[in-house]
Structure formats: C-alpha cells, structure tokens
C-alpha cells in the first residue's frame, strides 16, 4: 500500500487522503459519560 501512495504522489500534484483518527478525552464525571457515549459495542 505505501508503495502504492508514493507512486500516486509522483504522478500526481493533487492527492489527497482522508480518514485520520483522532483521540476523544473520555469525560471523568459518570453522567457526563452517560451524555457522550450510547455504551453499544461495535465489535
């Protein structure tokens, strides 16, 4: 996959990527917790 990028990156001027991951700070207060998360697993 990298090599697959940098190849793109050559050829084109333009590329752009999407999808970076950023950490959320869990909230330390119980109820606050309660408001930001539906607490239903994904995995």
Not at 4 to 14: G, Q, R, S
Not at 35 to 43: A, F, H, L, N, P
Request: charged fraction near 30%; aromatic fraction near 4%.
């Amino acid at each position: 996959k990298a090599s697959l990028i940098a190849e793109l990156v050559k050829n084109y001027n333009d590329v752009l990527l999407a999808g970076t991951e950023r950490p959320i700070q869990r909230p330390a207060d119980a109820d606050r917790q309660k408001s930001c998360y539906s607490g239903k697993k994904t995995s």
